[in-house]
């Protein structure tokens, strides 16, 4: 689990692919890693969710999101799943990771539900939907009460928020459809994700 969590912290940006019909979040995956993603996730409300969990498994560490149960957690780590994620938080899921020996990561919206996760058990705590709550500035308003408190927004965050939220304090971002955007995934472009994605690592690096 401690791999795990350094793992995420080391890469920075988590990109998030979903998806409505299968055969398409594969490719979006082996896009972005081509890109340079070291960690990601695949939601399980993907069609093929659980197949490109399982397709990807041991190339970088990859997530399972969009769990919200006991039974999808287990077949999603049984599958090869590094981490899992939730948009809400559920102190079952934690204590079954725990047992497991895996990394879960549940989501918050508010400093109490942040709190109670890290309370039952949460290394790190999905800051959910981070664009509605309010953006980089919500996050460092989150933290300056919690400070310490490793943050991972995800929810309508852009590539060029990014690096806003970084320096607002998150442990790393998870950008989903603004950055594997709904077209590209209609139209098969993956050189243009691959790029969307270097692009993205070399203006943090800069």
């Known amino acids: 689990m401690t791999r795990t969590v350094e793992a995420i912290g080391a890469a920075r940006v988590v990109p998030v692919v979903r998806t409505t019909e299968a055969g398409l979040a594969l490719p979006a995956a082996r896009a972005l890693i081509a890109g340079g993603a070291s960690a990601l996730e695949v939601a399980l409300t993907c069609p093929d969710g659980f197949e490109v969990v399982a397709a990807l498994a041991g190339e970088v560490p990859v997530g399972a999101a969009s769990v919200t149960s006991v039974e999808i957690l287990e077949e999603a780590v049984r599958r090869g799943a590094a981490f899992t994620v939730s948009p809400h938080s559920d102190p079952a899921l934690l204590e079954c990771a725990r047992k497991l020996g895996t990394l879960h990561i549940p989501g918050a919206a508010t400093p109490t539900e942040a709190f109670e996760a890290v309370r039952a058990g949460a290394e790190l705590v999905k800051i959910f939907p981070a664009r509605e709550l309010g953006g980089p500035a919500y996050l460092r308003a989150l933290l300056a009460p919690l400070p310490g408190m490793r943050l991972v927004p995800a929810g309508g965050v852009s590539p060029d ?32 994700l691959q790029r969307a994605m270097e692009d993205l690592l070399a203006r943090l690096k800069g």
């Not at 806003?164 to 098969?188: I, K, T």
């Open 161 to 192: 928020e990014v690096s806003p939220y970084l320096a607002a304090g998150a442990f790393a971002v998870a950008p989903g459809s603004e950055l594997v955007r709904r077209e590209w995934l209609r139209d098969g472009a993956w050189g243009k």
